[in-house]
């Protein structure tokens, strides 16, 4: 274990040398950039109007005069830094968290969110965001860090209603400190996700050990986030807000960079937009490090959190090995199909499984699969059709987990829970992740 703590430090110093950034696909971009015109006649066009973002006017920076430690990766402007700050939020969690780690006491530094927090775009280990967010305690405390643990509890294309079912299994008995969650461009369905996501941050927020939460929001191309529906849960726990959307999407529409630069697609961050996450998040650490004499930590009390009430309050998933199977399943069988979400069932004939499950919400937890075996799968509540559930995903980018949510209610009641091939369905296979069961 000594080793492994070593090794991981080791790893976080690496990062005092760093100056640049790989992954610039300014060639790409230029190359894009080129194309031609038949036309004979110049025009010209008005440059849009800049994107104005909002942001809170309370933050400062931390006076450069303190020699605070810095990462300077060299895309990130003071403007960025600023119009990224969404809320400075109660930092008393925070300040908590570095005064220990100042006093020499072992923290655990954890993230949750999909494929940017797992690191998806980032042309190596050390250049996502996750990493450059662990480094700073690493390089801000030196003396504490042989102690620090850190949690990556990062899945791709899973959103808050995964992640509230998952945090328990996944985060939450890590004993964090200090969370950021990241689940902006993940979630799609505001009426749910706003539930899923207050319950998972509640939820983080309520552990005995008192962990600071920093909401980070990041974006598409096309500015497509759910950051307007995840801030107001922000605003109601007076949370740290990091908005990655308005530090960029500004700075490209005034043409001092393009999109093509910080990303390889129209959702993940390349290093370089890893990066700018990084340097993000370490101007925020830096402003209450600065200030952390100031800060008074004797009430960690996170005014106005429940933690009762809500859809997902107990949220966890159930699995192959703790599923009940009312009669004989028809075709399928216990199988290992997805290393995140292991203990599953598969068929692939005509297929039939019926759980009883106690609840009050309950969710199918299903493998797309793009080799065309997967088809159409009827689930069924208590003898009523509720949901047909598309395990195909032919021709897509690759095999992933998917969840539908298929009852909720306010009372924790035996259910029977029937999956079944649908008469219309393509093809006879199906793979079942689990049941999310709150």
């Known amino acids: 274990m000594k080793k492994q703590i070593t090794a991981v430090l080791g790893a976080a110093m690496l990062l005092l040398t760093a100056t640049g950034c790989a992954g610039d696909s300014s060639s790409e971009a230029e190359t894009t950039a080129a194309v031609t015109t038949t036309t004979t006649e110049a025009t010209t066009t008005a440059p849009p109007a800049p994107i104005e973002v909002e942001h809170d006017s309370t933050w400062k920076k931390a006076d450069p ?12 402007t003071d403007e960025m830094i600023t119009n990224s700050i969404l809320q400075v939020g109660d930092r008393t969690r925070l300040a908590n ?52 643990n850190t949690v ?31 689940f902006s461009v993940n979630d799609t369905d505001p009426a749910r996700d706003e ?15 008192n962990p600071a939460v920093i909401l980070l929001f990041t974006t598409q191309e096309d500015g497509t986030s759910l950051v307007d529906t995840h801030r ?48 993000l998040l370490w101007s925020y650490y830096n402003s209450v490090y600065a200030d952390l004499d100031n800060i008074n930590t004797d009430d960690l009390t996170v005014e106005g959190l429940e933690t009762e009430g809500f859809q997902y309050a107990d ?74 559930l598309d395990g195909n995903f032919e021709n897509g980018w690759g095999n992933y987990a998917e969840a539908a949510e298929v009852y909720t209610s306010w009372a924790a009641v035996p259910h029977e829970v029937t999956v079944k091939m649908a008469d219309s369905s393509k093809a006879p296979g199906f793979q079942l992740l689990g049941l999310l069961v709150s």
């Open 195 to 209: 539930k899923s996501y207050e319950a998972l941050v509640s939820r983080i927020l309520a552990q005995d050990n």
């Open 97 to 148: 968290v570095m005064k220990k780690a100042k006093g020499g006491q072992g923290i655990t530094i954890g993230v949750i969110g999909g494929s940017i927090t797992q690191g998806t775009g980032a042309s190596g280990s050390t250049e996502n965001y996750a990493y450059y967010n662990m480094a700073w305690w690493f390089k801000t405390f030196p003396t504490a860090a042989a102690y620090f």
């Open 315 to 388: 949220a966890h998933i159930e699995d192959s090995n703790s599923l009940e199977v009312s009669g004989e399943p028809k075709g399928f069988a216990k199988a290992e199909i997805n290393q995140n979400f292991p203990h599953n069932y598969a068929t692939e004939e005509a297929g039939e499984i019926t759980f009883t499950v106690t609840g009050s919400n309950i969710g199918v937890l299903y493998q797309r699969t793009i080799d065309g075996k997967s088809g159409q799968y009827d689930v069924y509540v208590d003898g009523e059709l509720v949901k047909t």
């Open 232 to 279: 107001k849960i922000g605003e109601k726990y007076n949370l740290p807000m990091i908005s990655y959307k308005n530090a960029v999407l500004p700075q490209i529409q005034a043409g001092h960079f393009k999109w093509t630069d910080i990303s390889p697609d129209n959702i993940h961050p390349n290093s370089n937009g890893h990066g700018i996450i990084g340097e």
């Open 152 to 182: 990556n509890a990062g899945i791709g294309a899973t959103g808050s209603y995964i992640g509230v079912h998952r945090v328990e299994r996944d985060l939450l008995s890590k004993k964090p400190d200090i969370v950021v969650v990241e």
């Open 65 to 76: 005069e303190l020699g605070l430690k810095t990462l300077d990766l060299g895309w990130t």
